[in-house]
C-alpha cells in the first residue's frame, strides 16, 4: 500500500531561499507523524507543499502515490487541512462556518453530525450560535478542528493544532488524535510543542533550516522519549 | 447551483457588500425617476406648448390682411419630443435646444439664439442613468470585487478555502461573478421598471442592459487582474482600481472631449447670428435692387418678380432675411459638420474608455447624443424653408391674400426618434 503522504528529496524555494532541502519521508495510513522546529525551519512550507500550494524546485510529493503537482485536486479532496490560527468567518455562527466550509469541499451535514463534531472538541453548546467574532483563539480552533473531522477525510494536515488550546483541551485533543489514528486515518501535524508530538506522534521528523535533522520513532507499548527529543530539539536550535 | 446558494448565503451576511449593493439600487433607482420626471416634464411642456402655439396662430391670423404680415407676426412651434429612452440618457437634452419657436425670419439668428443654455449643467452634468452606469457603476464595482483572493489571504483563510474547494481560481470566478451579477441586477432593476413606465422598445432596452452588462464586466475582469496573485494587498489594490476608475472614467472623457475640441475648431454660435444680423441690419441702408439682386443670383427663379416699386414690400424684406441666412451660411455649415466631426472623434477615442464608450452608446440609444441634435436642427431647417416655399409665390406674386388658406402652411415634423 502506498504511504498516504510521501516527500521524496523535497526542495522548495520561496523568495529565492531554500526553505526546503532534500527532504524525505513518509506517513504510513493509520500514522500521526510530527515535525519539530523552530521558526523557519520549514515546517508549514512542507504541509503548503502536499497541498500543492507551493510547487518542488527538486524532489516530489505525493498523497497515496499520486504526485501533487499534476493532480492538486486529488490531493485537496483527500486532506483536511487545519491551518495555524485558522481564521473561520467572524460574522457567522459555529453552525454557518461549518456548513459554509463543508458546502465548499461538496459535502453536507446535518445539525446532528456537526454538534457531534463540536462536542468531540468539546465546543460549549452555548457557544455554537454565538458569532465567532466573539470567540476565543481556542474556541476558534475546536471548530476548525470539527472541520477537519467532519470532513472524515483519510489525511489530516494540522498546523500547529494546539495553538491557543488550554491544557485540558489539548489533552483532549491528542485523544482525538490517536482515535482518529487508530480509526486508519493518517496525521501530520507541525508544532513547536515537544512535549505534545511526544504524546501523540507515532513518529517525530525534527526539522531544522530546511533539512530533516533528526527522526524519532515509537515504539509497541512506549511513547517516543521526550527527554530525548527535548535535548535533540534543543541541541539543535542552539547550535 | 448549491455553490452559488452557498455564497449567496456568504455574501448575504456581509454588511459592507450589500450596503454597496443598496447604493447601487438606489442610485440607480434616483436616476431613473430623475430621468422620467424630466422627459415628462419635456413633453408637458411641449404639449403645453403646441397647444397655446396653435391657439396664437389662430389669433394672429385673424387680425393679418395680408401674406407679408401673416408670415411675419407668426411663430412656429419646433420641437423633438424625447424619445422612449431618453430618461436613461439625457445627454445634450440637457444644455442643448431642442424647441424652438421660429418665424419667416431669418434663420440662424434663431437657432443659435439659444446655443449658451444652461453652461453651469453643460459643466457639471446631470445625474443620469448614464452618469450612474458609466461612471458611479464601475467605483461600486472595484469597491465590491477588489482583493476577493487577498482579501482572504489577509484575514487567514485563503490557504483554508483553497485546500477546501479545491480549486482557487473557481472559488473566486464564482464570488466575482456573484457580486458582478448582483451589481448588474441591482443597476438594470430600476432601467427595466423605467423602460416599461415609458414604453421603451424591448430591442433598445436589451442593448441597453447588455451594454452596462458588458461594462460591469470590463471592470469585474480588471479587479481579477489586478488581484490575478492574491498576494497585493486588498489596499494597494483598491488603489489601483479607483486609479484605473479616475483615469478611464473621470479624467479619460474630458480629455476625450478636449482632444476632439482641439481638433476641430468650430466657430461660435454668437459669431454665426452676428455675421447673419449684420447682413439683414445692413439691408436696411443698401439700395433695395442690390438686396434683391443678391437675392436673384441665388434664387433665379423669382427674378421675374424682384422689382421693389413702393418704399417697403415684404418680398424685399424677407429676401434680405434669407440673404442673411446666406451671409451666415459657410460659418453654419461649418459649425454643423464641425460638431459632427468632433461627435466622429469622440466615438472613436471613446472606445479606450469603456466608461465613455457607454455613456456614448446610451446616448445614441435614446437619441439624445450629437447626431439626433444636429438631426433635430436638419428639420427645423427643412421646415423653415418649406415656410419660405410656401410664403414666397404669394408675396412675390402678389397674390391676393386669403386668410383661411393659412391652414394649408407646412407644420413642423420632427426626426424619427
Redesign the interface.
Known sequence: MAPALEADALTIVRGGQPALRGVSFAVRPGEVHALLGGNGAGKSTTL?AF?G?LAPAQGSVRVEGADVGAD??HA??R?A???E?????G??DAY?NLG??L???GLRAGRGAIDAALDRVALAAAARTRRLEAYSKGMRQKV?IALALL?ETPILLLDEPTSGLDPVAIDEFNRLLRELAGAGRSVLMVTHDVYGACQVADRIGLLRDGALVGRFEATPGARIDTEAVHAAFVARETA | MSALLRELRLLARDRAALALLAVALLAAAVAVASGLAEVRQQRAQLAALADADRREREAVAAQQADWGSAAYYTFHLTGAPPSAFAFAALGLREHGPWQHRVRMLALEGQIHEPDAGQPEVAVLGRFDYAFVAATLAPLLAILLLHGLAAGERAAGRHDLLVATARSGTRLWLLRAGLRIALLAVALLLPLAVGSMLEGTAGAVALVAAALVTAHLLFWALLCRWLDRDGATPPSTQLMQGVGAWLLLAVVAPAAIAAVAERRHPLPEGAAILMAQREAVNAAWDLPKAATMQAFVARHPEWAAHAEVQRPFEWKWYFAFQQVGDEAAAPLSQAHREGRAARARTAATLAWLAPPAALERQLEALAGTDATAALAYETAVRDFHASLRQWYYPRLFRDLPYAGDELAQRPTFTPPPG
Request: without cysteine; glycine residues 4%; aromatic residues 20%.
Open positions: 503548503l497541498l500550494f492538486p485536486a485537496r479532496r486532506i487541512y487545519l491551518p490560527n485558522a481564521a473561520l468567518y460574522h457567522l454557518e459554509y466550509f458546502g465548499l469541499a476548525a470532513r
